[in-house]
């Protein structure tokens, strides 16, 4: 948080508002001015600076403005002395500059320029026809109306100039791309293998930084000419590729500076400006940072000092050496690696951006991969013949198994804090396509009219599909008449003829689409979904798997393979930026699974959320990396493409998108009997992105720094796993409870009294339907499952919902009994007899939050029963859940709570508790039992049973937890 001083002052002249309002950050004398709205004119109060006259007649509800920002940014000293403003002017209207005061020739300049100008010189911008800033200096007569044409031509055009063909030696501000480490034979610059931190050299460090640095210069010398560094994307969505080319270096000093290498900025206000980047939020979101932005020049100048800084720090800083040092997620160039992976993760990203910019503003850059040679085929048909012109994709069957994912602490490479900890993963058999839908497959949906037809969209699809009006793939280009379905493809650079063969490049929402297109049109029982992160980890080859990973680490090939040697041998793929672009579905050889393409050459998409793993922590250099994005609203990718490098490129990354997202990504089809083994942060998947548009999708206790989410460990799993089935361990010789005289067996199988005693009470059968809120591990959801025809059942953990899944599967899960201090047995899980397949097939298990109970309502449907076993003192806000009730419990429908009312604070903010506390003015004591009485009846429950009801939790033989819950009955009025 920035400490801030505001001053205001307010006028009026000729009956006009005229305000200035200025803000000083007490930290770093930064300082702008903030416009009103409404009819104004605000001007900069800091001194020395500029002074700028700015009208409008933007009415009250105009859009709010955003800011404008100047700087003198090429001072003598490295982040000293910044002077910044900032001028607020987003609006509806149209502007011209109009030079007020001189009569100066270059009207627009650079933000250096315009600070050093004289307090006496005004510059006037009002409505009208709206002037374009040409490329030598002055204003077009010509109309145009976009408002970031403000950031060009500065400087009379030189700049323009210079960005404009092929780039000059100086474009490059570290090595040259010639002499950089991962220069090849033909010429082309392409990326070394993931560095080995368990010893780490400086000539190591060096020669890594120079490639990533190198390799992101050659793809922004791309841009033909000013304009696209500053022009929007087509949908409006991201920053400008300026901000991007100034974001990297960035990244390095502020991470380098939270880790203690560096002391100081380099350009404090280049590094509060290119800090945060974009996470689009909603397909229709077109609110950005509309601002002036410093000029590639300037960029280009911080990135030259940001370089010389970082090479510095490795070949001095004392935690490093010339033999090798180990580098884990304690040592403060942890920091410096970070910033390796960040860079190579926004080459992916802007390359995308690129490939969305107007071909007439990029160019193929000397240096750069070439594309894969299948590109460079002419006799392409326009009309595609499946066999011929694209494989026909068949599926093919895969075994099920326990997939353990998670990347082990000590593993000697850099991770991200997403890919750290475990969970096993029950995957049942599923069948997956050969292939990844390719180009050719694809026309098919188009042809067929599948962009037209509702039926085949989620509701937020369909809203996106209709407001961006696609009727093709983004990247398609049409080559031929409206209606006559010919395209050809665009790359990165380049426009080629429609590959057929390659992988289509689809969003979220095109692929489901598809994959409901394709089987109505096969007219058969088979439903067709997406791939799963746990299943993808099955269709990799064994020699590159997890499990082989994790016994050596050269088995994750990118540790050990430079991106021009990736194409090679048995395991060979288009990753690490051997090319780039795509290449034909199977070029390179089948994995182990027989599934072509698994790694490289495109992204797929995914069933699952992004989600955190067990054990999940931030870290520190880094806290927001991952937790923002664990809400709900992003899909993971898996498999990496043509040009993932580094990280993504190893058998541990964990990436995601939103689904609307544009990526080097596809999908591969996958059919299944029973549900996908995904991971969901709140019910269901993206069907009709109902997280998109609930900001509170997803519990706080995921989303908080500290893992607080207390049940997402393996030992606690292990003791649910005993609480809910009982009967584990016969076969084992081992016994719930150690016998003894008045053994109080009375209080196993507590999931199942719970379910057993909602079932005695007779709810009135609506719909036979029943919930189990906070269902654990399963037991009490199977009891409920014997007595009514189908049970929603959910749970904060996504540990127990695994585990839950993989009882409902039958799977032979095997748990630890404790027996004392560190000596355990090792039992299978048991049903509770009368738990039959049949039985087992009723219920549908979900991750979920109790206290958004009401928000599930339209997911989870009504029932006439419902269970609630020892959670309601362990939410942080209890009536939120009791406010949903009345929402899912049909009339006559009985609800069965059952609660020890053991309020702690780090559970329920006191002020949640429904009692255990004095009075504040009688100081008598207010009970629980009495409040939730009240609250119930309130909500129009009555109550109709109370019992006590014992319960015995193990820790060890000779210890157990014995607790006295109170058992309520409620009938729905």
């Known amino acids: 948080m920035m400490l801030s001083r505001v001053t205001s002052k307010t006028t009026f002249s000729a009956g006009r508002v005229v305000s200035t309002i200025h803000r000083t950050n007490v930290a770093t004398g930064r300082g702008h001015s903030t416009l009103a709205r409404g009819r104004h004119v605000a001007k900069s109060s800091l001194p020395g600076s500029a002074q700028w006259l700015l009208s409008s007649n933007n009415l009250p509800n105009a859009p709010s403005p955003a800011c404008i920002g100047r700087s003198r940014l090429l001072g003598d000293g490295i982040g000293a002395g910044i002077s910044a403003w900032s001028t607020c002017v987003r609006s509806a209207a149209t502007f011209t500059i109009t030079p007020m005061g001189s009569n100066r020739k270059n009207r627009s300049q650079s933000t250096a320029a315009v600070a050093e100008e004289e307090d006496g010189d005004l510059l006037h911008l009002t409505e009208g026809a709206a002037g374009r800033v040409t490329g030598t200096g002055g204003i077009d007569a010509k109309a145009h109306k976009e408002d970031w044409m403000i950031n060009l031509g500065r400087d009379s055009g030189r700049i323009n100039e210079w960005l404009t063909g092929p780039r000059s030696y100086e474009w490059y501000t570290g090595v040259h791309p010639s002499q950089c480490p991962g220069v090849c034979s033909d010429g082309a610059l392409r990326s070394l293998p993931l560095p080995n931190l368990a010893t780490v050299t400086r000539k190591a460090a060096r020669e890594y930084f120079d490639n990533s640095w190198a390799l992101y210069e050659v793809m922004f010398a791309g841009l033909n000419g000013e304009e696209p560094f500053y022009r929007p994307p087509v949908h409006g969505l991201r920053h400008p590729q300026i901000f991007y080319y100034g974001h990297t270096p960035c990244l390095y000093i502020n991470k380098l500076r939270v880790s ?51 090479v510095e720090a490795i070949e001095t800083h004392p935690s490093l050496s010339d033999d090798g040092v180990l580098v884990n997620q304690e040592h403060p160039f942890w920091a410096l690696f970070m910033g390796f992976e960040h860079e190579r993760i926004h080459l992916e990203t802007s390359s995308v951006l690129f490939r969305e910019t107007p071909l007439h503003l990029v160019q193929t850059p000397h240096h750069w991969p070439p594309m894969h040679p ?71 949906f188009v042809t067929d009219g599948g962009y037209r037809n509702e039926k085949y969209w989620c509701d937020d699809g369909w809203a996106w599909r209709t407001h961006r009006n696609m009727k093709w793939p983004f990247f398609w280009e049409p080559s031929g008449p409206s209606g006559s379905n010919e395209y050809s493809l665009r790359a990165i650079f380049e426009v080629v003829p429609m590959q057929w063969d390659w992988p289509v490049d689809v969003n979220y929402y095109e692929a489901k689409a598809y994959c409901r297109w394709k089987a109505e049109k096969e007219r058969t029982s088979r439903s067709y979904r997406l791939l ?34 990736f194409p090679d041998g048995p395991t060979g793929s288009n990753l690490n930026l051997a090319y780039s672009s795509q290449n034909p579905v199977g070029t390179y050889p089948a994995s ?131 609480l809910h089935f009982s009967s584990s361990g016969a076969e084992e010789g081992v016994k719930p409870i150690l016998p003894h005289p008045n053994c109080p067996e009375y209080g196993l199988r507590f999931p199942q009294r719970v379910a057993e005693l909602l079932c005695t009470l007779k709810p009135e059968r609506t719909n036979n339907r029943a919930l189990d809120i906070g269902c654990a591990v399963g037991g009490s959801s199977f009891e409920l499952a014997k007595h009514f025809d189908h049970v929603e059942a959910f749970d904060f953990s996504a540990s127990f919902i695994e585990t839950a899944k993989q009882m409902q599967s039958e799977a032979r899960i095997k748990f630890n009994v404790p027996i004392e201090a560190d000596i355990f047995t090792e039992v299978v899980a048991k049903h509770d007899n009368g738990v039959t397949p049949e039985v087992l097939e009723k219920v549908r298990f979900f ?21 609630m076993a020892n959670l309601l003192c362990r939410l942080p806000d209890p009536l939120a859940c009791l406010d949903g009730m009345s929402s899912v419990v049909n009339k006559g429908g009985v609800v069965v709570m059952v609660t020890p009312f053991s309020w702690l604070e780090e559970f329920t903010p006191r002020s949640k508790w429904l009692g255990g506390y004095p009075d504040p003015v009688s100081g008598e004591p207010i009970y629980s039992k009495g409040v939730l009485r009240d609250t119930m009846e309130a909500r129009g429950f009555e109550q109709i049973h109370e019992e006590e009801m014992p319960l015995l939790i193990r820790e060890h033989q000779r210890k157990y937890q014995y607790i006295i819950s109170e058992a309520t009955g409620w009938r729905k009025l």
Not at 275 to 299: I, R, S, Y
Not at 597 to 611: L, P, R, S, Y
């Open 847 to 867: 991750t979920g939050d109790a206290c958004r109970l009401k928000q599930y309502a339209a997911e989870i449907g009504t029932v006439d029963g419902v269970v």
């Open 532 to 565: 799963t992160e746990a299943e993808h980890h099955l269709l990799r080859s064994k020699e590159h798997n997890l499990n082989a990973a994790r016994q050596d680490p050269t088995a994750d090939k990118v540790m050990v393979t430079a991106g021009e040697q």
């Open 592 to 722: 182990t699974s027989g599934h072509n393409d698994v790694t490289g050459n495109a992204w797929e998409w995914t069933e699952d959320h992004f989600n955190p793993l067990s054990g999940f922590e931030v870290h520190h250099v880094y806290e927001d990396f991952s937790t923002p994005c664990f809400d709900g609203k992003h899909s993971s990718i898996v498999g990496g493409s043509f040009i993932s490098t580094g990280d993504e490129a190893s058998v541990f990354a964990r990436f995601h998108f939103r689904p609307h997202f544009l990526q080097h990504s596809g999908f591969r089809l996958v059919s299944s009997d029973g549900e996908a083994p995904a991971t969901h942060l709140f019910p269901g998947n993206f069907s009709g992105q109902v997280a998109a548009r609930d900001e509170g999708a997803l519990p706080d206790a995921v989303m908080s720094n500290d893992d607080s989410n207390v049940y997402e460990s393996i030992e606690l799993r292990d003791m649910y796993l005993g």
């Open 374 to 444: 299948s590109s460079k085929r002419s006799s392409l048909t326009t009309q595609p013949t499946e066999s011929v012109d694209f494989p026909s994709n068949r599926m093919v069957s895969v075994s099920g198994s326990n997939v353990d994912l998670g990347k082990p602490a000590d593993f000697p490479s850099y991770g991200w804090d997403n890919e750290y900890g475990e969970r096993r993963v029950n995957v049942p058999d599923f069948q997956a396509s050969e292939n990844m839908v390719t180009n050719g497959e694809f026309f098919q």
């Open 260 to 310: 203690g290498v560096l002391e100081k900025p380099v350009n404090a206000y280049f590094e509060s400006i290119f800090e945060v980047g974009v996470d689009e939020m909603l397909w229709d979101d077109m609110h950005k940072n509309d601002m002036v932005w410093p000029t590639v020049a300037e960029v280009h100048e911080y990135r030259k000092q940001v370089y010389e800084t970082v």
